[in-house]
Structures are given as structure tokens and as C-alpha cells.
């Protein structure tokens, strides 16, 4: 009986192992606003440069849109911003955490740390980091963004992208960072990128699908 049990239930779950793998599909999500809408002046922050990713890069990350900029404040304050996003669909990649990337090309992180900050009554969790090549040291934050839920490391990346395709049949995905480069006081580099976020946080979720 034992023996029979368990082989019903060894069945039931290659069945549906089988079931999941052949007719399981994940949507592709459009984005709410394409990334070519996004505003190049903004409170008091300015594009001053825009720049594209290498083909070679393109063919690794695949992302569906993404947005590579520099914007500069009134006071001459510099951010960097990159903001990726990836439809879910078969032909798009996925986010590529900065800990995986950019050791690989010479930058060593420096510290790493994960807080939540508020935001109007939002919690956004995300990771200030300081990363450094040489005398260049440069402060980092960032975090992954799935269905309107902002992740700061990649198992719970990895865990929320099974369940999201398991349940809603979704796989996209985004993937937001801001640099500053840390001139002398790395307190006054994160209370510019604080600020670049504040600014701009409301901005980036009227392009991404919640």
C-alpha cells in the first residue's frame, strides 16, 4: 500500500513537472511608457549625457529597454543613472547583479550594505555599496525591481522570479542603479544619489509595470 502511495505521488509530481515545462508560458509585459519618454529635465536635475551599451554587452544582457544617462544638478552634483528592464518574454535576458559584473571588470567592491529607505510613505529597499578601481572610488545604489517590489539581494531575486512566472505567469523584471562619484565625503555622495532618488523614484515607476 505504502509502495503504491508512493508511486502515485512520485507520478503526480513528474506529471506535473512535465505539465509545467511544455505548456507552462510567461507573458511578455510592455512596459507602461517607453524609456524614450523619459524626462531629460526633471526638478532640479538636468541630462548632460547619454550614452549606449556595446553590442557585445546588448548580447549578453538582452534587455528589452534600457536607459544609460548622466544628469547634473543645479549646485554641479553628478549622477549616473541606468535603468534596465526586461518584458519576461523568451527573446529578453535577465537583470546580471553588479557583485557578478563588475568585479570582472576591475572594479572590487568596497563595502556593500542593504537598508530601506522611506519615500512618501513607500519603503524601498535597496543597497548602498562603494565600489573602487584604482584612486576612483564611486558610491552605488541600487536594487531589483519585480511587479513593484524592490529587492536587494539575488537569491531573493531568484525566488520571487519562480514565483511571479509560477503564479502570474510573469517574468519581467527591472534593474535600477545610481553612482556617484565619491569626492572627498562619501556622506555628501549619498545625499546626492538620495536625492537623485526622491526626485525621481515616482518618475521611474510611471514607466514600469506594477
Not at 508512493?6 to 517607453?34: C, K
Not at 537583470?95 to 530601506?116: A, D, R, Y
Not at 519562480?162 to 553612482?179: G, M, P, T
Request: aromatic share 12%.
Amino acid at each position: 500500500m505504502i509502495r503504491r502511495t508512493r508511486f502515485l505521488v512520485v507520478a503526480l509530481l513528474l506529471a506535473g513537472s512535465w505539465a509545467y515545462m511544455f505548456l507552462h508560458r510567461d507573458m511578455e509585459v510592455p512596459l507602461d511608457r517607453p524609456f524614450l519618454e523619459f524626462p531629460a529635465v526633471h526638478a532640479t536635475w538636468r541630462m548632460i549625457g547619454q550614452s549606449t551599451l556595446s553590442p557585445g554587452v546588448l548580447q549578453v544582457l538582452k534587455p528589452t529597454d534600457y536607459l544609460n544617462r548622466r544628469y547634473m544638478d543645479a549646485a554641479g552634483n553628478r549622477v549616473d543613472f541606468y535603468l534596465s528592464y526586461f518584458d519576461g518574454g523568451r527573446s529578453t535576458g535577465g537583470i546580471h547583479s553588479p557583485k557578478n559584473c563588475l568585479p570582472g571588470s576591475g572594479w572590487m567592491e568596497l563595502s556593500s550594505q542593504p537598508t530601506t529607505v522611506e519615500l512618501n510613505g513607500h519603503r524601498l529597499k535597496l543597497v548602498k555599496a562603494v565600489y573602487g578601481m584604482g584612486d576612483t572610488h564611486d558610491l552605488m545604489l541600487y536594487w531589483f525591481d519585480v511587479r513593484g517590489h524592490s529587492l536587494t539581494n539575488e537569491y531573493s531575486l531568484k525566488l520571487m522570479e519562480l514565483l511571479s512566472s509560477a503564479i502570474h505567469r510573469r517574468r519581467d523584471e527591472s534593474f535600477v542603479r545610481i553612482v556617484v562619484p565619491i569626492q572627498g565625503n562619501p556622506q555628501q555622495a549619498y545625499q546626492t544619489g538620495m536625492r537623485f532618488i526622491e526626485d525621481f523614484y515616482p518618475v521611474i515607476r510611471n514607466f514600469l509595470p506594477s
